[in-house]
């Protein structure tokens, strides 16, 4: 028997009516300019992909020291903020609301893209060994991250406020905090990545203050309920290894209720980064830890029309994300709608180059099929 479709309905995130639960999750495109500026070739992917009842930005990255690779946008500087508005005005042009992914990426960086040319800062001296950075030559191993100091992380909670008070400016509705995929944040969270003796290492309070400090100093620029937090709790992607998974993931999310948060975005556990894997043995039931979320909570991982409908319907999940799917069929609601075919992700122009791969996915209104 047929189902009545739930993607379709209307939802309320952050105080704001989203007229469906289809959302373009955080996807880095590598289209901004050198400096970290958005282009006009962004501004027609957004608004390409503009059907969404949520768009997530890709990752933004919140100060220079932030990044890991070229072109990756920022919401650091005037002139990127300037250059967000027409991006995020052709991204709710039907009316989606938009938030934009803030982004730091801790260890992950290299010194060939840090502006003093030393390597990346991380919560301590530990490098990542199990994969190696992607650099403009090929790949060559991660180095030695320094340590913060208290100093440095003050500095970058400051960032993440600063770069909350721009997305409000260049007209984003709310912001997604990226504290998933093994970059900073979840550097903090994992005791893999966090040998720290100070308070911002060792027992889960500790390890966990980073996150509450930049979610409160983001707090002071944007109320809380235009804040979601993104977590990869079954995701040993990039080194992000804990002694106890479960026990990390549950405690956060169990912290984060009571803050009245825009949403939890959760990523399924057969997804490393952006590529599907095999499930971790230790991977944490996404059921699980959205059962223990008080508020809306969006999934995102290896879904399809139906698969997202189930989520829907048991209760998983409130929105559900379709990262490669969006990727390839700008106009993927509109096609779920009409159970049309989908367009298979081409893999040239996935990172980087310019139209090809970007914007030449053809929408069904406009390719006349
Ligand atoms: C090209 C590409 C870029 C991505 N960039 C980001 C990013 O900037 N931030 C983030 O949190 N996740 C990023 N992801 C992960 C996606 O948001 C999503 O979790 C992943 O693709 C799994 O969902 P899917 O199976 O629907 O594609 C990226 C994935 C892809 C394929």
Excluded at 54 to 61: F, P, Q, W, Y
Excluded at 73 to 87: C, F, I, K, N, T
Excluded at 130 to 146: A, N
Excluded at 234 to 263: C, E, I, P
Aim: aromatic residues 8%; hydrophobic residues 40%.
């Amino acid at each position: 028997m047929e189902q009545r479709s739930r993607l379709f309905d209307s939802v309320v995130v952050g105080g704001q009516l989203l007229r469906n639960r289809i959302v373009l999750p955080p996807l880095t495109r590598s289209r901004a300019t050198d400096d970290g500026v958005p282009t006009r070739l962004m501004e027609e992917y957004y608004r390409q992909r503009a059907g969404a009842g949520l768009v997530i930005s890709e990752g933004t990255v919140i100060a220079p020291q932030a990044t890991a690779y070229a072109r990756v946008p920022g919401l650091y500087s005037a002139e990127q903020v300037a250059a967000w508005r027409p991006v995020v005005e052709a991204a709710k042009r039907d009316g989606a609301v938009v938030y934009a992914q803030l982004w730091h990426v801790g260890r992950q960086s290299h010194s060939s893209v840090q502006p003093d040319g030393l390597p990346p800062k991380g919560p301590s001296a530990v490098p990542i060994t199990g994969y190696q950075y992607r650099s403009p030559i090929g790949r060559i191993p991660y180095e030695v991250p320094r340590e913060l100091t208290t100093a440095d992380i003050a500095e970058i909670v400051e960032a993440y406020g600063t770069a909350a008070r721009n997305a409000v400016r260049a007209g984003f509705d709310g912001v997604e905090l990226h504290a998933a995929n093994g970059y900073l944040i979840d550097q903090f969270l994992n005791d893999g990545s966090n040998r720290r003796t100070d308070r911002y290492g060792g027992s889960l309070e500790n390890r966990t203050r980073f996150l509450h400090d930049v979610i409160a100093e983001m707090a002071h620029y944007l109320p809380a309920e235009r804040i979601g937090v993104r977590l990869s709790p079954s995701s040993d992607w990039m080194d992000a290894h804990d002694s106890d998974k479960r026990l990390l993931y549950s405690t956060v999310v169990r912290q984060l209720n009571g803050l009245g948060l825009a949403y939890l975005h959760l990523v399924e556990p057969e997804i490393a980064g952006s590529t599907t894997v095999d499930r971790p043995a230790d991977s944490i039931p996404t059921a699980e830890l959205a059962g223990i979320f008080d508020g809306v909570v969006i999934v995102t991982g290896g879904h399809d029309q139906a698969s997202g409908e189930r989520l829907l319907a048991d209760g998983t999940a409130d929105l559900v994300g379709f990262g490669r799917l969006f990727i390839a069929n700008p106009d993927l609601p509109h096609r779920f709608l009409i159970q049309a075919p989908l367009e298979p992700l081409r893999h040239a122009g996935i990172y980087g180059g310019g139209p090809e791969g970007y914007i030449d996915y053809p929408s069904l209104a406009t390719s006349g099929s």
